[in-house]
């Protein structure tokens, strides 16, 4: 669990890692003492729990491969993403 520090200014700050985007989250609190902690830790906790409870959806390989052709036809030619239809269509057809 993440523990609130003090910052210089009087404010409290805890950073919580997100595994989603590989970054740290920050919340911070103006209340001084014991409240801002607290505060500052429920706010964290609070973020970790929504994350958690967050449903993922399970995407089968054709569907990726899907997904992956559509985030890259604006950037790859037009035979190279016919050949990745071609190639899902052979080897990854939907049931």
């Known amino acids: ?16 890692y997100d595994k989603t985007t590989g970054k ?17 830790e429920l706010m ?4 970790q729990l929504e994350r958690r409870s967050a449903p993922r959806k399970r995407l089968t390989v054709g569907e990726c491969i899907d997904k992956y052709i559509d985030s890259k036809r604006n950037v790859l ?4 993403i016919d050949g990745y239809i071609r190639s899902r269509r052979c080897c990854y057809h939907s049931p």
Do not use: D, H, I, N
Not at 1 to 15: D, F, I, N, Y
């Open 1 to 16: 669990m993440a523990t609130a520090k003090q910052l210089p200014s009087g404010s409290w700050r805890c950073r919580v």
């Open 24 to 40: 740290y989250v920050s919340f911070t609190s103006q209340l001084p003492g014991k409240r801002g902690k607290a505060e500052a």
């Open 44 to 47: 964290a906790r609070q973020f």
């Open 77 to 80: 030619s037009p035979s190279t």
